[in-house]
Structures are given as structure tokens and as C-alpha cells.
């Protein structure tokens, strides 16, 4: 019955909204309006279970005391302390919860990000080399876009961005184009595999 | 130290101790590169890309004071790409104000929620006379990605229910004849991820809403298809596509203050500089090294 009923779910909700697709009638449309409100109240409790997996988790190392448990007391702390505060106060402009975002969060957010800029250069110092005719091909597209991104190349050279538009409208698009329509193709087949309930991992242990 | 032809070891030379530089180096010089063009501006010519003045053009097309028309920007991004993507929604906010267009923010991640705030307090620094709920308007983050999407299709005010701070979107005069995308001209997705297929997917290929999109540098290339294909009518990308966008502004005379990615642009332009002349530099020395060998 466990695994019976989530695919009995799962199939009937995947056939009823494949075909209400469809049928432009108000009973259609009355019935996957309801099921929008169904879906969306649904994915509030995956936020519960994340609640419940961040305090689990957390939780057990700090009780077991294992290596870097400290750690684990500030995630709970932020959570527990910053939540206690958006529901109290709210999060309007002035209120601890908005302080805390704004000079907690996005600065250190943005600065652990803005490191990428420097381990790239040293990533791109030590690795892109024109060891083979593909590396070397590579090497002079990244040139080339590197420097016509920026203003200081149609600075330079005023038919640079000509260049760049062309690279990205054709051989970036072709294979971009391409790796889309597998992907698309690829959905639809693990979708209906869902559907038909043949692909089963997503009920958890493994498919089996 | 490498070995000659004779086997003795022999004294590393200038092309060896460079392929083996401490990458403390390089970090200084990207450092040095960021923040001495912030002091000794350059102002060097920003070229406007296709995809940015199509981006402008819908934007500018939307009817202001319009109360059966409104721009809808969805900030779905986190604070880590923020130094690329909020100059853009500050730029589109701005273009908005300017030309009083009704427009309302929103978010499909939760803080992005926080930054359409910090987007719309930025802006209205050169617009002080806009008001919240007549003039633009930030909707509560609802759960749920693409069944907020599609939710929208069929009822905006029914989707979101309240603003970010929990009122009641019947308080809010902006929305009273907003009912879903028919009344919403364009939706600008500003995203650092996949977020813009899903607005594709279910926006535009099932309600026919024009979507247009701001994206990270990184993933530019990417969007290239669905702007041929007339899915996506327009796109800033990176930090150039704000600074395109804010040029815009100026030269159309909507906006006076200069926006904060044409100030990156000059840093932008000697990294890539330097970083070019490391990549020449380390592929001299390969081949050097590869030649003594």
C-alpha cells in the first residue's frame, strides 16, 4: 500500500493532466485551478521537512559532540533566532530580520561568490593551455569573447562585438540548441517513466 | 630545477619559475586590477548589444499609468550573483519610474524577495515621488516554482495573495485591475540559474506572456535559442547587459545618476586583460618548458 498508492497518484494525475491540457472547458479549468492551489500548498511542507532534516541532522551532531559540533549550534541559533524575529516584528524595511539580511547575509553571500573571480585566474593561468587543436580552437573563441565582452574591446577594434554576436547566434546556439532538445527529450522519456510507473526512485530506496 | 640532456640538474629559468608562480600573485594583481580602475575611472564606450535594446524596447512600450498594464520583474536570484544581477533590476526599475510605468516585483527564491526590496530602495533614491502600492508593488514569496507560474496564468492576486510584508493585495490600489498575464505586457525574470526555462516553459509556451530575461555572464551563451526562437525577447547579460541597459537610460534621458555596473565596467575590462595575459604568458612558458624537454 505504501508504494501502491503514491504511484496510483502519480499515474492518474499525470493522465488527467495530460489530457486536460487539452480541454479549454470551465470544468477542466476549475479542476486544475484547484489543483494548482493543491500543488502549492504541498511544497510548503517540503519546507517543514527541511526544518525538520536542518534540526535532525544538527541537532544529533551537537548532542553526540562530534568534531566541529560548534559549528552546527549557529546554523540552529540563526534559524531559530532570525525566524523568531521575521514572525514577531515582520520583515518590512527597519526590522531586525531585514538587518540581518542586509548586513548579514548578502555581504557575506556575495563576497564568498566574488572569490570566484580569483580562483578563475588562477584556474585559467595553470590550466588553459593549446595543448591539442580543440584546446587551441577553444583557446582563441575564450580570447576573442573575453575581449569583446568588455568595453575596452570594440575600444580596440569596433567589428569585435560583430564577431562575438556571430560566435554566440551560431556555433554556441547550434550546440546549445542541441544539448536543449536532448535534455527536452530526455524529460519527456523520465517523465512518462514516472507516469507509467516504471521509473520508481523518486518513492525512495533506491527504485527497488 | 629540471634536468638537461645530461642529466645534471640545472637552475630553474624565468619561463619555469613562471609556469610554477604562487598563485598569491595572481590574486594580488586581480585584487590590484578590481580596485585601482574604481579609483582612476577610464570611462571607456559601452557598446549596446541586440539582445539589450530589444529588452529596452518592450519595456518602453508598456503604457504607463496604465491600470490594465503592469511589468512584473521576478528577482529570482540569492545574493551571491547579486553584484551582477541587482544593477539590472535597478536599471529596469528605474526605466519604470521614470517613464511611470506600474510594476511589481516578485521572487520564485525566498531572499530574493529581500534584494527586489533593496532594488526598488536604490532606485527610488532618484525617483523619491513613487509611491508603494500605486506605483509599484513587492508581492509575498510563494512556494512552489513552476506551479507559481502557472498559477499566475490563471489568477496573479489569488497566486500571491498579500505583499511582502503580509498585506492584503486588495489594499493595494496597483493591482485592483490586474488579474493575470493578459494585463501583465512582459515579465522580466532576473536569474543566476535555469529559472528563465521555467518561465519559458510554462509562462510562455502556455499563456503566450513575453518574457524577457537578465542573466549571470556564465550562462548567456545559453539563451541564445530561445531568443532566436522568439521565446525570450530579450536579455542583459552579465554586468555588461546592466551597464548596456543604464547607458540606455542616460541617453534617453530617463535617468542622470550612472548606475553601478558602468562603474564595474572598467575593472571588468583590465581583468580580463590580465587574465588574457596570464593564459599567454603560462602557454609561452608550456612551450618553452616543452622545448627544453
Known amino acids: 500500500m505504501k508504494r501502491t498508492f503514491p504511484l496510483v497518484i502519480c499515474f492518474g494525475g499525470g493522465i488527467i ?10 470544468v477542466s479549468k476549475a479542476i486544475y485551478d484547484e489543483a494548482l492551489n493543491w500543488l502549492i500548498i504541498v511544497s510548503v511542507f517540503a519546507f517543514a521537512i527541511a526544518l525538520e532534516s536542518l534540526f535532525r541532522v544538527h541537532g544529533t551532531k551537537i548532542k553526540r559532540r562530534k568534531p566541529g559540533w560548534g559549528f552546527s549550534v549557529i546554523p540552529l541559533v540563526a534559524c531559530i533566532t532570525v525566524g523568531a524575529f521575521g514572525i514577531i516584528q515582520g520583515v518590512r524595511e527597519g526590522t531586525v530580520f531585514m538587518k540581518v539580511f542586509h548586513y548579514i547575509t548578502v555581504p557575506m553571500s556575495a563576497t564568498v561568490f566574488s572569490l570566484l573571480a580569483f580562483y578563475m585566474a588562477s584556474a585559467a593561468f595553470r590550466a588553459f593551455r593549446a595543448t591539442t587543436t580543440r584546446a587551441t580552437v577553444l583557446l582563441i573563441v575564450a580570447f576573442l569573447v573575453m575581449f569583446g565582452r568588455v568595453p575596452i574591446g570594440p575600444f580596440v577594434w569596433k ?17 546549445t540548441r542541441g544539448i536543449a532538445l536532448g535534455v527536452g527529450l530526455g524529460i519527456i522519456g523520465t517523465s512518462l517513466k514516472i507516469i507509467l510507473g516504471i521509473e520508481k526512485g523518486w518513492l525512495g530506496g533506491g527504485g527497488k | 630545477m629540471i634536468e638537461n640532456k645530461t642529466n645534471k640538474p640545472q637552475r630553474d629559468g624565468f619561463w619555469e619559475k613562471l609556469s610554477k608562480l604562487n598563485r598569491r600573485y595572481i590574486y594580488m594583481s586581480v585584487g590590484i586590477c578590481v580596485i585601482v580602475p574604481l579609483l582612476i575611472r ?60 506600474r510594476v511589481a516585483c516578485m521572487s520564485l527564491t525566498v531572499m530574493g524577495i529581500g534584494l527586489a526590496e533593496m532594488a526598488t530602495e536604490k532606485a527610488k533614491e532618484e525617483f523619491p515621488d513613487v509611491k508603494y502600492g500605486e506605483d509599484y508593488l513587492i508581492f509575498a514569496w510563494v512556494p512552489g516554482w513552476s506551479i507559481v507560474i502557472l498559477k499566475m496564468g490563471e489568477n496573479i492576486k489569488e497566486t500571491f495573495m498579500a505583499d511582502y510584508a503580509g498585506k492584503s493585495l486588495d489594499e493595494f490600489p496597483i493591482v485592483d485591475k490586474i488579474h493575470n498575464y493578459e494585463q501583465v505586457p512582459a515579465l522580466v525574470c532576473l536569474t543566476g540559474s535555469s529559472t528563465y526555462l521555467s518561465w519559458i516553459t510554462y509562462a510562455n509556451t502556455r499563456y503566450n506572456e513575453t ?23 530579450g536579455m542583459l547579460g552579465g554586468i555588461k547587459g546592466a551597464a548596456e541597459y543604464e547607458i540606455l537610460l542616460k541617453k534617453n534621458k530617463l535617468s542622470k545618476v550612472e548606475g553601478t555596473a558602468s562603474v564595474a565596467m572598467d575593472p571588468q575590462s583590465i581583468t580580463h586583460l590580465l587574465i588574457m595575459l596570464f593564459i599567454v604568458l603560462a602557454n609561452i612558458s608550456y612551450f618553452v618548458i616543452r622545448r627544453k624537454k
Open chain 2, 211 to 233: 518574457i524577457c530575461t537578465g542573466i549571470t555572464g556564465v550562462i548567456a551563451p545559453e539563451i541564445y535559442p530561445w531568443l532566436q526562437s522568439g521565446q525570450i525577447s
Open chain 1, 17 to 26: 493532466f495530460i489530457i486536460q491540457f487539452f480541454i479549454p472547458h470551465p
Open chain 1, 159 to 175: 567589428g569585435l562585438p560583430d564577431i562575438i554576436e556571430w560566435i554566440f547566434m551560431y556555433p554556441s546556439m547550434a550546440a
Open chain 2, 42 to 101: 577610464m570611462r571607456l564606450p559601452i557598446f549596446i548589444t541586440p539582445p539589450t535594446k530589444s529588452l529596452y524596447n518592450v519595456v518602453d512600450k508598456i503604457p504607463p499609468e496604465d491600470p490594465e498594464n503592469m511589468l512584473i520583474i521576478s528577482f529570482d536570484y540569492d545574493p551571491s550573483v547579486m553584484p551582477e544581477l541587482q544593477p539590472m533590476g535597478v536599471a529596469l526599475l528605474k526605466h519604470c519610474f521614470a517613464k511611470k510605468i
